[in-house]
């Protein structure tokens, strides 16, 4: 079955140190992922695609094919930084597409 | 730009009544509008995609006649919770998107209590 998982349900990390978040993928085909955000009291918004390789507030990810992973990195840690993260593929659907949402890492930075 | 709208943003209805939810593109037209649930600590479960002018596709296990969606014009998409029981309690969020992004902006939920 096509799904994304997130293994880290919580992980803390230290200001200043490098963080990490996994997200592996089992999507046939060249799925298009993205990882959203959601900080304490707002809203879920779009960190950042896999397809614009982009850096968004420090963080990258990176695309793995061989591994199946979509893992989100940043290499020094803010406090801004806590909150929920989200992995999602994007799959098609005869012309739609969907989000489907992995079950988060909420990331916590220790000042 | 590409904000989304929702309300209520909180709503405490009686079992057995019924309860809408909109949700509005304000600044952009929304070729497509999702529904999620969210339950406490877990992440989003899809419920429902609605594309303006058709009937909305359901996700396996959700119930369309008890999760009623109208998406009426390419800026507002309503789902209605009929019959509402207690079970029903959830924080339900919607988001659009334009044709081909793929990048979804969400509302920012609404909490549904049934007592």
New interface residues.
């Given amino acids: 079955a096509q799904r994304v998982t997130q293994p880290e349900k919580l992980l803390s990390v230290f200001k200043g140190a490098p963080v990490e978040l996994k997200c592996n993928y089992s999507y046939s085909g060249s799925p298009?992922l993205?990882w959203y955000v959601q900080y304490s009291r707002q809203?879920?918004?779009?960190l950042l695609?896999h397809i614009s390789r982009e850096s968004i507030k420090g963080f990258t990810a990176d695309l793995n094919k061989g591994e199946t992973s979509f893992h989100l990195k940043k290499p020094f840690a803010q406090e801004e930084d806590s909150a929920m993260y989200?992995c999602a593929p994007?799959v098609y659907n005869f012309g739609?597409?969907?989000?489907?949402?992995?079950?988060?890492t909420r990331l916590t930075i220790i000042p | 730009g590409a904000v989304v709208s929702q309300h209520p943003s909180w709503v405490i209805c009686k079992s057995g009544t019924s309860v809408k939810i909109e949700c509005r593109s304000l600044d952009f037209q929304a070729t497509t509008m999702f529904w999620y649930r969210q339950f406490p600590k877990q992440s989003l479960m899809l419920m429902a995609t609605s594309n303006e002018g058709s009937k909305a596709t359901y996700e396996q296990g959700v119930e369309k006649d008890k999760f009623l969606i109208n998406h009426a014009s390419l800026t507002l998409s309503t789902l209605t919770v009929t019959s509402a029981h207690p079970e029903d309690s959830s924080f339900y969020i919607c988001s659009a998107n334009t044709q081909g992004l793929g990048e979804q902006y969400f509302g920012p939920g609404t909490r549904l209590t049934v007592t």
């Fill in positions: 298009e993205f809203r879920l918004q779009l695609r989200y994007v739609n597409e969907k989000l489907t949402f992995g079950t988060g």
